[in-house]
């Protein structure tokens, strides 16, 4: 297997790890919020559903085909972008209820008025769900830790979202410690601010994840055809299609002619090509149609490959 192959198997196997674990401790704290009446297990647990969320994101790209080498280029289509809308309903519909129950309890609680559901915090539902948040937080550690040797967009962007909601995490375990000491005002307090801090959490991964939700064009096919077209040699640039964001990762797909006495070096001219985009626009991949003698030639390092004859 080639170091590409290998890099995406590795990335592809941590990621599933982590959407399992991040799965497990979803169920634990749903389970654990109802079972407890805890508003502040239940807020958490809507992060722990968006951090599901963007490690399926991260794993369906490392495990689509269209992903190169495993770099990952963000192009979302109807299935992520419905997901993205699906989420964004339940998180809503989540959110205000454990508001408006969290503003009811403190209603209540300030009127000295008795509670319906009392919140239950015992010692060993406390262990339990530290140490699922241990366990997930240790792979993000080591998903982060691989991604210098990866060099993995998707475990990047994936361990970055989850270690920069540890902190409410945190927070939300302290809560539950304080509940089981008899502070129970703390929990609707706790929830208020989980709630608060969970549409920000989804919006930072929306702008992280999801850039390409629409699939915009990514660089104006006209600037493309003129960098190319400075290349010695490419006397015309067509069909010019590109996606991802520049300064991140973009793909893209031209086809060139080239003039008749280079067209022995359509190999060497398809790697200016690239090379001339990429100190453009930076981190990018190509595919590069090139048309000599008649039969137009994928441009690959250091292969060709035919390209079918367009239809009539």
């Not at 992060?47 to 369906?60: A, C, G, K, N, P």
């Not at 508001?99 to 915090?121: H, K, N, Y």
């Not at 991604?147 to 989850?162: C, D, K, M, V, Y």
Request: glycine residues 8%; hydrophobic residues 50%; charged residues 10%.
């Amino acid at each position: 297997m080639n170091e590409g192959g290998h890099q995406r198997r590795i990335s592809y196997r941590l990621l599933l790890a982590i959407l399992w674990a991040t799965l497990l401790v979803l169920a634990i704290e749903v389970t654990a919020g109802w079972v407890s009446h805890s508003l502040s297990l239940l807020a958490e647990a809507l992060h722990t559903l968006i951090d599901v969320f963007s490690t399926s994101l991260s794993l369906i790209a490392v495990a689509s085909p269209q992903r190169t080498l495993g770099r990952e280029i963000w192009g979302h289509g109807r299935g992520e972008a419905a997901g993205a809308l699906l989420l964004a309903a339940i998180l809503g519909f989540s959110n205000l209820t454990l508001l408006l129950l969290a503003i009811g309890q403190l209603q209540g609680l300030w009127q000295q008025s008795a509670v319906p559901f009392p919140v239950e915090i015992t010692i060993t539902l406390i262990q339990l769900v530290t140490a699922m948040v241990v366990i997930t937080l240790g792979l993000a550690l080591l998903s982060a830790y691989q991604n210098r040797t990866l060099g993995s967009l998707a475990l990047r962007l994936n361990s970055q979202h989850l270690l920069q909601d540890a902190w409410l995490t945190a927070s939300m375990l302290l809560g539950l410690v304080a509940i089981w000491r008899g502070y129970g005002w703390v929990d609707p307090l706790v929830a208020i601010a989980l709630v608060g801090f969970s549409i920000r959490s989804f919006w930072r991964m929306l702008l992280s994840q999801l850039p390409m939700l629409l699939r915009p064009t990514a660089i104006a096919p006209e600037a493309i055809a003129q960098v190319a077209g400075q290349v010695e040699g490419v006397t015309r640039c067509t069909r010019i299609l590109s996606r991802g964001m520049v300064g991140r990762q973009v793909w893209v797909e031209l086809h060139i002619a080239l003039h008749p006495e280079f067209a022995s070096m359509a190999s060497v001219i398809g790697e200016r090509v690239e090379n001339a985009l990429r100190q453009q626009y930076g981190p990018l991949r190509a595919k590069i149609w090139v048309e000599k003698m008649y039969t137009p030639m994928e441009y690959m390092p250091g292969s060709y490959q035919p390209e079918p004859p367009p239809s009539p």
